[in-house]
Nanobody
Framework: QVQLVESGGGLVQPGGSLTLSCTAS????????MSWARQAPGKSLEWVST????????TILPSLKGRFTISRDNARNMVYLHINNLEPEDTAVYYC???????????RGQGTQVTVSS
């Protein structure tokens, strides 16, 4: 079965950086588009970024451009979210999802908590 395991979250000061990782199993990883989404306290799930199966094309929420970057390593079945210049508003649980489209209907992991605070 599909399994997605996120890691790399934590408590970070404003202006800091993090790289979130997601390890995928149970499907042919290199055949699928992958996405990241996040859910801030009291808010709905928000799409963050998507990367094509070959890793050659990415899309990102416009308000996050310049700070967030998605990448993948098909040899390792992993997808990453690199975040720079973290802001308190980035505090959320970050999820890795198999596929793209309606986030709430996609398989996802348990999430990794990112807290940005001084």
């Amino acid at each position: 079965q599909v399994q997605l395991v996120e890691s790399g979250g934590g408590l970070v000061q404003p202006g800091g950086s993090l790289t979130l990782s997601c390890t995928a199993s149970g499907f042919t990883f290199s055949d699928f588009v992958m996405s990241w989404a996040r859910q801030a306290p009291g808010k709905s799930l928000e799409w963050v970024s998507t990367i094509t199966d070959d890793g050659l094309r990415t899309t990102i929420l416009p308000s996050l451009k310049g700070r967030f970057t998605i990448s993948r390593d098909n040899a390792r079945n992993m997808v990453y979210l690199h975040i720079n210049n973290l802001e308190p508003e980035d505090t959320a649980v970050y999820y890795c999802l198999k596929g793209a489209g309606k986030m709430s209907q996609l398989p996802r992991g348990q999430g990794t908590q990112v807290t940005v605070s001084s």
